[in-house]
């Protein structure tokens, strides 16, 4: 859903993976942690808007997580599900349709499949060439344009992807694949001819790969590969000043770590929020956005009305209503 509010000019900073959806005793933790520079902030800003994602059959969420859908309003892209074009936008061209081609490690485990993290491969430049030799001519023949971009992640550029809906990276990594493969949101029985090409390359791939010299001694195999990012830009004039983007905060919370994720956040607090209220101070008007695993929440930088004078004397903010949130549920 488009939010006016980003209508409304002003220098944004996003962050992904900041609000943690609590199942247990975390709220408790955070409500206890220290974070004064996230403190300040709340107390001068206002919460202006909430974007909650609405549960989808067959899934409980999107296929594009809330970071990147608030990344694309910001950037005043057309919101579309799964296709928002960031490859394209990678590739800085608006003349096709182009989608990531991210090298990853299927593991397989008591008959389900689960995305590991692509950046735990640590592949190399020279373990990139050699693979892209190996499979560039494979997408070849189905008419894909294969580029390097850096290592273990391509650009492709075909017609097929102008319309294809993927699943985010951030959306899967660490989750059973299966809900999430190529044409999901359709179902395996109504697969578009773009999709079915798509996890016919999968499937050949991972043969490929089964017997590749390189994944020799290798402790994570490179098994298959994602596909995602994909959609044509459809005007390159709709683009707005790009926000901030701090992505301290998603290695621990893809891991679910929370140890990690409230250490993260210590620094969050000191390098990023910190200078966000010295530009304040400065007379300089800020938006944060802090984003989660099903909502994004909207602060702008604005003077505290009477009410939030009043409250944050008599009853200070605890920051567990803030970055703990609910689990999506059907």
Known sequence: MPLEIFDSPRPTTLLPFSLWSAQGPEAGVLAQQALPHLRQWLTLSQRVAVAVDAPTEPLLATLTPPHERAWGQLLGWPMVDGGLPWAARAAQDSSDGWAFISLCNWHVSNGQVTLGDPAHLALDADTDVVLFKAMQPFFAEDG????????GQWLARSPLFAELRTASLDRVIGRNIDPWLVGCET?????????????????????LLYTHPVNDNRRLTINSFWVHGTGALADAKLVRQAPTVVQTLRSSALQQDFIGWLEAWQSVDAEVIAPLLARVAAGEPQRLVLCGEHEFQVYDSAAPTLWQRVRQR?????????????????
């Open 314 to 330: 008599f009853a200070p903010i605890s920051l567990d209503t803030v970055l703990a949130v609910a689990p999506l549920k059907d």
């Open 144 to 151: 894909i344009d294969l580029f390097a971009y850096k290592p």
């Open 187 to 207: 179902g395996a029985e109504r697969l578009s001819p773009a999709a079915q090409l798509v996890r016919r390359l999968q499937n050949e791939m991972q043969m």
